[in-house]
Each structure stands twice: as structure tokens, then as C-alpha cells.
């Protein structure tokens, strides 16, 4: 009998053994203790793919407070309009404008920064800490990225401001960036992904976001994640039909997800070399306002 049992518990530590092995199951994420939460915001992982009735984008922004949504004369709330083209009363007011002249002006958001002065529009953010992992949150990951980002463009002659999460109404500007970390509850994800807005009104945003990915690639040495989120595309600071406190339509805006924060790896690079992050942002940054005409380099 004795040798039965202990012919079996073999057997049995074998075969946990093989599958660990082969990959089947793995302790590791019960033994986790890096991780100790993930905000939701920055978890869902789609691919962006053309809404039939906007459902994804009322439905994905899950942590927004239950505003009413004023219904446009054909129907359409404010949020499903905020893919729609400019009407012709909207253009009078959001269209082209001529920038004033002066040297480039960047907006530089430091993502879930200040998040305790939001205004009643805003107030569903408040629980939007994002990600926290290995001891750090996103926003002090995010905002010592930001202030590294804000010293460099102010040294390339750019009028930069450091932004919080409460973007001032109508915000216009040169360029306009959201800076964040991403958080997985699988950490053997890892890489950076950067979005324009999913509607840009200024026409610009593509070039901005095609400036920062080979700049940041080359700083940091990141892979690229292509699962973008609708969270990024939809992010509530490029909503200006639904919040005033969002960018001016015509501002080209994107949003970085600078690695990822449940990355042992990432966040190793995000935490002890903020300053190395920053310099792949900015640069891109300085790319695209030369390439603009914008800034030229004495
Ligand atoms: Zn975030």
C-alpha cells in the first residue's frame, strides 16, 4: 500500500511537471506579487475594427459617469456624432484656424495626473488610476516621463505645457500628447503602441504619430504592440463633441502607451531611464514640428 501511494504522488508530480512544461498551465501568475491591480482602462485588448452602430464606443468606455447626451435634430447622441464629419454650423467654429504666430506650442499630458481636481464632466475619472505594478503607479511613471519630455522641447525653443488629466476646453495647440503606460494581467506582454485620434479633424495626427514611432523605437529599443485599443482611439481628451474639456478639433493629438507597466522588463526601462523614454517622444515631437514647417533648427 505504502509503495502505491508513493508510486502515485511520482506519477502525479510527473505529470504537473509536463504540463508545466509544455506550456499547458503555470503557477506563475498565482504567485504573483508584482502585480497588484490593473486598471480595466488600459487591459482591453481589441483590434480596432469599423463600428456598425457605434456600439464599441459607448459600450468600451465602461468607467464614464451616465451623463445625459443631448440628442443632435436626427437622433444621434454626442457621443456617436464624435466620429461624424464637421457640419457646416460646426465648421464656422472648429474649422481650419490660422495659428498665431510665435514659436510651436505642445501640450504634454501627463495621463491620470490630478485626477482629484476633475470637473463634474470628467468626474467618471476619478477612479481611473491606471495601471500599478512592482510597487509604481502609471500616473508617477507617466508624469516623470512628461516632465523629461516638457524639458526637452522647452530646450529645443518649443512654448511647451504640462497638462493633467483635465485638458483646457477647446485646447489648441501645435501637437498634443497623452502620455501613458499600459497594464496586462498576462506580463509577458510587453511593448509600446502610440494612436492618433480614431477621427482626426486636423489632418495632421497621422504624420505626428508617424514621426514619434521610429524615434521612440530607436530610444528605447521597444518592440512595437499593435493591439491597439479603442480606448486610445476614443480617448476622452479627443472627445470635443462630448466634453469641453478636450482638445480643439484642429489640435493634431496623439496618445502613447509608453510600454507596459506589468512588464518586468518595461517597467524596468519606464521607472530607472525616464529620461531615455522622454527623449524618444520628444524627438519624434521636434521631428514632425520641423517637418511642419514649425520649428526650424538654427
Ligand atoms: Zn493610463
Same mark, same amino acid.
Given at each position: ?50 463600428? @456598425? ?11 464614464? !459617469? ?45 495621463g ?51 497638462? !493633467? ?12 500628447i497623452s502620455i501613458h ?5 498576462? @506580463? ?6 502610440i494612436a492618433p !485620434? ?34 486610445m482611439s476614443?480617448y476622452?481628451a479627443f ?14 493629438s496623439a496618445i502613447v502607451e ?41
Open positions: 500500500m505504502k509503495y502505491f501511494v508513493f508510486g502515485a504522488l511520482v506519477i502525479v508530480g510527473i505529470g504537473i511537471w509536463w504540463l508545466n512544461a509544455a506550456g499547458q498551465f503555470s503557477f506563475r501568475d498565482s504567485h504573483n506579487d508584482e502585480m497588484e491591480f490593473i486598471d480595466d482602462a488600459d487591459t482591453t485588448r481589441s483590434v480596432i475594427t469599423e463600428p @456598425t452602430d457605434y456600439p464599441e464606443a459607448s459600450t468600451s468606455v465602461t468607467y464614464l !459617469p451616465p451623463i445625459p447626451e443631448p440628442t443632435n435634430p436626427d437622433g444621434r447622441t454626442r457621443w456617436a456624432a464624435y466620429w461624424e464629419p464637421m457640419n457646416a454650423e460646426e465648421y464656422a467654429v472648429y474649422g481650419p484656424t490660422t495659428r498665431p504666430a510665435g514659436p510651436p506650442r505642445v501640450g504634454i499630458q501627463a491620470h495626473w490630478q485626477r482629484e481636481n476633475l470637473p463634474n464632466e470628467l468626474s467618471g475619472l476619478t477612479g481611473s488610476s491606471g495601471a500599478t505594478a512592482g510597487g509604481y503607479t502609471e500616473t508617477e511613471v507617466n508624469l516623470a516621463v512628461a516632465e523629461e519630455v516638457v524639458k526637452l522641447l522647452t530646450n529645443a525653443g518649443i512654448e511647451v505645457t504640462l497638462l !493633467p488629466v483635465t485638458v483646457p476646453i477647446d485646447y489648441l495647440a501645435d501637437a498634443f503606460a499600459d497594464g496586462n494581467t498576462d @506580463t509577458s506582454i510587453s511593448g509600446f503602441k !485620434p480614431r477621427t482626426d479633424y486636423s489632418g495632421k495626427a497621422q504624420r505626428l504619430v508617424d514621426a514619434m514611432y521610429p524615434t521612440y523605437e530607436q530610444a528605447t529599443g521597444l518592440k512595437r504592440d499593435e493591439a491597439f485599443t479603442r480606448r476614443g476622452y472627445n470635443w463633441r462630448r466634453y469641453d474639456h478636450a482638445v480643439h478639433p484642429q489640435t493634431p509608453m510600454g507596459f507597466l506589468t512588464n518586468a522588463s518595461d517597467r524596468t526601462l519606464m521607472t530607472t531611464q525616464p529620461a531615455l523614454i522622454a527623449e524618444g517622444i520628444a524627438n519624434g515631437i521636434i521631428n514632425y514640428l520641423t517637418a511642419e514647417g514649425l520649428l526650424t533648427t538654427e
